[in-house]
């Protein structure tokens, strides 16, 4: 079993003091004066506060800055590497595990290719790639802060995963799992609800309010930045969207239903001759790099299908922005035009004004970072379960 300090050393217990250090991260280099001003703490508590995120190892002082009359005052900053997050987005065909500091830069990466693994061996796989990032890691005060999981499914609002219908899971507690190994906070969280939260804190488009996210890999989920903040639904279950009905008669799917967008415009669509052969996005993304008219012709199938679906999504929620993530932007050059050209033809004229549809430029990170960010905020803010996430 591993040890992990970070678990019973570390809370910040006050309000203030929760909004001092906020202050100083979004603010360095700032001296004590200005922290009071922006905070409008009395300079006594702030020089207080201060001294207490000195001694825990949070903040250091660099200066001294620049006088507005007088002394010239200490200039204070974050200490962004005093301890780090992990997030893991656990696809049905891969792992991508990355270590960040306490601000989201990416420290280290690990990515392993999957294929028709059970349950415990998806585990073993997982702590393969957890072990990797912790033994690259500096030795830090802190150490690791939390540890974050993307998964393909359905995740309650304490972290269990209700179904998982691409991976086969359902009812598992892969956050007891990872906790009893770790023994630091795990969080679980929804794929595509990471990876839009992601986009909204990593993103050129940080002060977008209404983000829809798709995520586009073997399956299709949807994560929702609605009026600035992440909309998890009545049970934390929203965004389920892969699963819309787009084909009455169409094909059967694994969660039971029929005709479902995921069919059509993810990765399960790369098939050939009606469905008898499956083939690799890699595979056919160099297929069509080199010409090949019948992935070309998939992709823009994709395309298609991908408009059809997101159409309806902007339809109904009339966002700013729809971001495509995951690992379907890698066709972006096939994919992007008929995906466009669906939308523009059949998305209500009036829903397209100031609207925007792209290609993430955070790649194939968007949830990672997503679940990193949760984790390191959350050991920031003191707090360890997944209700009590903080959300911009």
């Not at 204070?76 to 987005?89: N, R």
């Not at 008898?276 to 012709?297: C, F, K, Q, Y």
């Not at 992709?299 to 009339?318: E, K, M, P, V």
Request: aromatic residues 8%; charged residues 20%.
């Amino acid at each position: 079993m591993r040890k992990n300090s970070a678990w019973n050393q570390y809370t910040i217990k006050s309000g203030n003091k929760s909004l001092v250090l906020e202050t100083i991260i979004n603010y360095a280099p700032i001296s004590r004066a200005d922290i009071a001003n922006k905070t409008r703490l009395n300079k006594g508590t702030v020089s207080s506060l201060v001294a207490e995120l000195l001694n825990e190892g949070l903040i250091y002082e660099k200066g001294p800055g620049k006088s507005s009359g007088g002394r010239r005052p200490v200039m204070l900053l974050f200490k962004q590497d005093a301890g780090y997050s992990i997030g893991i987005d656990i696809g049905v065909n891969y792992i991508l595990g990355i270590r960040t500091d306490l601000v989201g830069n990416i420290c280290e990466e690990v990515f392993l290719h999957l294929s028709n693994l059970s349950f415990s061996h998806i585990v073993q796989k997982l702590f393969s790639v957890i072990d990797q990032l912790i033994a690259t890691a500096p030795a830090t005060r802190y150490q690791i802060a939390g540890i974050g999981i993307g998964v393909p499914g359905a995740v309650d609002k304490q972290g269990k995963i209700l179904l998982a219908p691409n991976l086969g899971w359902q009812n598992v507690n892969l956050k007891e799992i990872v906790e009893e190994e770790y023994q630091c906070p795990v969080l679980i969280e929804n794929e595509a609800n990471a990876g839009a939260y992601g986009e909204k804190t990593f993103s050129p488009h940080t002060w977008e309010k209404d983000i829809i996210y798709v995520s586009v890999g073997v399956g299709i989920g949807v994560g929702l930045i609605l009026n600035g903040s992440l909309y998890r639904g009545t049970n934390g279950f929203s965004g389920e969207l892969g699963h819309m009905t787009i084909e009455g008669n169409g094909k059967q799917c694994r969660c039971g239903n029929k005709g479902c967008w995921e069919l059509y415009a993810s990765e399960q669509a790369l098939t050939i001759d009606d469905g008898a052969v499956h083939h690799s996005l890699n595979t056919m993304v160099h297929r069509a790099e080199s010409g090949d008219e019948e992935a070309i012709d998939a992709f823009h199938s994709i395309g298609r299908y991908l408009g059809i679906g997101i159409t309806n999504i902007i339809n109904s929620f009339n966002p700013t922005r729809v971001v495509i993530g995951n690992r379907l932007v890698q066709a972006k050059n096939w994919i992007e035009q008929p995906l466009l050209e669906t939308t523009k033809n059949n998305a209500l004229w009036f829903q397209q004004d100031q609207l925007e549809v792209s290609f993430s430029e955070l790649d194939t990170h968007s949830t990672a970072l997503g679940v990193a960010a949760f984790s390191f905020e959350n050991f920031l803010k003191g707090q360890v379960h997944n209700e009590s996430l903080l959300v911009h």
